[in-house]
């Protein structure tokens, strides 16, 4: 390492095996490293092996979702907070040689982030109820979406006409030669209308629309799945979503949680390397006092 003077100070970036980079008023010069590591402790393992599962799931969800993360700083994507949020559920691990091959396990991942009230789901398994009152109309094969919308907005405070309300159900797969999990993702919505004399079964997933308990919910076997409702609105130039988790209705998510499944994922990679003295958990910290005539000082925001 060393530290330049006069113009040739103010580079920054890097070229061929030099790196340039800007403290306060000084510009420091290094070497690129020849040899890169390959990440095997326990505790960067336990992060590696659990994000082919989250990048997985946001392939497949990603053209569902445009406008799911209201609040979304200007220099983040999509991509960025579905990570950032997923990244404190539940893990799913998955080896190195499923994630090669495709492989998606339907998880029960936050799919929206936003400032109108969730939709509240209760019940297990298939049978899944919201907190969208139906009132005493229920929901059938001749209900209109006119007739539907009115139902909503009469028996719900948090609704009104023109709000959308989306259903996303992700089906959990195998491939019959391989025997690699995959994921089939649908989705629809319904805008609320009163003047709309389409029927709803026509325009929606009929299971994801039915009557449960005088509620909005979900009917019928769909088999493994994750899926949810999500509540949405146009408000002044700005997409308003209600903030939603995946229903877990998936009976294989199992098999890749856990100690099992994350040691099965751990050693795709290679033995894991623990080095005793390596202070893998202190965070340190380089402090520089600027050269006498002051400097500038700056920071930045690292971003998934």
Same mark, same amino acid.
């Given at each position: 390492m060393a530290i330049l003077n006069g113009i040739i100070s103010k580079l920054t970036g890097s070229t061929g095996n030099l790196v340039f980079k800007r403290i306060g008023d000084?510009? &420091?010069v290094c070497e690129k490293p020849h &040899? $890169?590591?390959n990440p095997r402790t326990a505790k960067q393992m336990r992060q590696r092996t659990k994000w082919g599962n989250i990048v997985a799931m946001y392939k497949g969800i990603r053209p569902l979702i445009n406008y799911g993360f209201e609040n979304r700083p200007?220099?983040?994507t999509d991509y960025n907070m579905f990570m950032k949020v997923n990244a404190q559920?539940?893990?799913v691990y998955l080896t190195k040689q499923m994630i090669a091959a495709g492989a998606c396990i339907a998880a029960p991942y936050q799919l929206t982030q936003g400032s109108l009230p969730a939709i509240v789901t209760s019940g297990s398994g298939q049978n899944i109820t919201t907190d969208i009152a139906l009132g005493s109309d229920g929901i059938t094969a001749n209900t209109t979406v006119a007739q539907f919308s009115r139902t909503v907005v009469s028996n719900n405070a948090d609704y009104k006409y023109g709000d959308q309300i989306s259903y996303f159900i992700i089906k959990q797969k195998v491939n019959d030669e391989t025997q690699v999990p995959y994921c089939q993702f649908q989705s629809c919505k319904v805008v609320l209308d009163a003047s709309n004399d389409e029927k709803l079964w026509d325009v929606v997933l009929r299971n994801g629309f039915s009557a449960q308990d005088g509620c909005l919910g979900h009917a019928g076997n769909d088999g493994d799945s994750v899926f949810?409702? $999500?509540h949405s609105r146009k408000s002044y130039g700005k997409i308003l979503v209600s903030s939603q988790i995946l229903v877990n209705a998936n009976s294989a998510l199992a098999e890749y949680t856990g100690e099992l499944a994350y040691n099965? /994922? /751990?050693?795709s990679y290679g033995d894991m390397k623990d080095a005793f003295l390596s202070p893998e958990d202190v965070a340190t910290t380089v402090t520089e006092t600027p050269s006498q005539g002051g400097g500038n000082s700056g920071g930045g925001n690292d971003s998934l």
């Open positions: 000084r510009t &420091i &040899i $890169v590591s200007h220099n983040l559920q539940m893990p949810c409702w $999500v099965l /994922a /751990a050693s």
